[in-house]
């Protein structure tokens, strides 16, 4: 322990593997050893400098550099994994070892299996109460726990279907077309059609293509898994391939399910062969998840994009997000439905032109309306209660065309 106490945590290691080596079955020697692998992970940990400094030299072509700096990452998720391996042993035999199950919770979370790290904090927590430490972990899942990796929603709280968005005839057909084969692909096969594997939503910021992936979703009956960039790209070397691995294997287990990818031009971007060597490791993951060896069976990938000039072209080939939608900023007739839309549950006073609001917004999109009443209601509250207390709590044409000017 003096090894420890004074933070050698390399010498507390090895002297550890000796007293394994003498006593096998010894479960503190076990125990002892696994939590002094995850506290020399912990002081060895990489940084965020060395990550950027990692990049830098891959960018600039120093191989040798980057070589030596990914080879520290890997040699930190080695110890967490051989932590993780000797404090499992402890709990095979001892299961209500809550040390254990505690150090075991802080390798897990550092090697990003967060459900898996979550179970045993909560454990080790309900074994000892009292003890601060195994509480605070515990509940520190609890604050993490919204914002996870990848987010399965149900659909059924989504309120919106087809008849309440707000797009062209064609494309709700063509949506419909994508409904049908999820729902009942039999009958796709005995027609011939072979169900592609995704589409990609094209069209600018605001247009509704997260929506209409939610209510596609919700109108077809699947699961929902959203992820976006940030959601896949780790620090750590082979993580984000291994996130991308994780995400088709859940929506494989709870088929069927669409993949839905915001932004999918920043995470699959067109491949430099070399320059960029992460992003191109993910797009070939991705690539090989969407029509590899292992089979999709009724897992639909939809991408969102305003920029597919930047979509490396494999994915947009046959096989893959083959089938391309347009959504395209609202015209007049359309921009008035979303305004009518969006004002359904407002009071409204009697001088507001809902013709005249869709006529002065020419180029706005979906969200930039929505965006455009909400405004307008901030400026209806300020007048309501500083200069119009006594007025019906209505908005007012002026408060819409504050609301312009607002907005710019």
């Not at 039999?186 to 094209?202: F, N, Q, S």
């Not at 007025?391 to 000017?405: G, H, I, Y």
Request: hydrophobic share 40%; glycine share 6%; charged share 25%.
């Amino acid at each position: 322990m003096q090894y420890a106490r004074s933070f050698q945590w390399s010498a507390a290691v090895d002297h550890y593997r000796r007293a394994i080596a003498v006593d096998p079955e010894s479960l503190e020697a076990r125990f002892r050893l696994g939590w002094a692998l995850c506290n020399q992970a912990e002081a060895d940990k990489p940084s965020l400098a060395d990550m950027a400094m990692v990049y830098g030299a891959q960018v600039l072509g120093f191989e040798q550099a980057a070589r030596d700096g990914r080879r520290r990452f890997q040699n930190n998720r080695l110890l967490l994994k051989d932590a993780v391996f000797y404090l499992n042993s402890v709990l095979e035999k001892d299961p209500n070892h809550a040390r254990a199950l505690h150090y075991l919770a802080k390798a897990l979370f550092a090697l990003d299996q967060k459900a898996d790290a979550e179970q045993a904090a909560r454990k080790a927590a309900q074994l000892e109460p009292a003890n601060a430490a195994y509480t605070n972990l515990a509940q520190n899942f609890d604050s993490t726990t919204p914002s996870s990796t990848v987010s399965s929603e149900s659909m059924a709280n989504t309120p919106h279907t087809w008849d309440e968005l707000v797009l062209e005839l064609r494309t709700k057909r063509e949506l419909r077309q994508m409904q049908i084969m999820l729902e009942k692909p039999d009958m796709a096969r005995e027609l011939g059609v072979h169900p592609p594997t995704g589409i990609l939503l094209k069209g600018p910021p605001g247009t509704g293509k997260t929506t209409i992936a939610r209510v596609l979703a919700y109108e077809a009956q699947c699961n929902f898994v959203s992820i976006s960039p940030a959601d896949i790209n780790q620090m750590y070397v082979g993580e984000s391939e291994k996130k991308v691995r994780d995400i088709f294997a859940k929506a494989r287990a709870s088929s069927p399910c669409i993949i839905f990818i915001d932004e999918i031009d920043a995470l699959l971007p067109v491949r430099q062969g070399g320059v960029a060597i992460h992003s191109d490791k993910v797009v070939n993951q991705f690539l090989q998840e969407m029509d590899g060896i292992t089979p999709n069976t009724r897992v639909f990938v939809v991408g969102a994009t305003n920029r597919p000039d930047m979509l490396d072209p494999a994915v947009r080939r046959g096989g893959r997000l083959s089938r391309e939608i347009e959504i395209p900023l609202p015209d007049y007739n359309a921009r008035l439905q979303l305004f009518q839309l969006c004002t359904r549950s407002t009071n409204l006073c009697s001088d507001v032109s809902l013709e005249e609001l869709a006529s002065g917004s020419a180029g706005y999109s979906g969200a930039d309306i929505k965006a455009l009443v909400n405004e307008a209601g901030l400026i209806a509250l300020i007048r309501l209660t500083d200069t119009e207390p006594e007025s019906p709590k209505q908005l007012k044409q002026e408060d819409f065309l504050a609301a312009f000017k607002n907005l710019g």
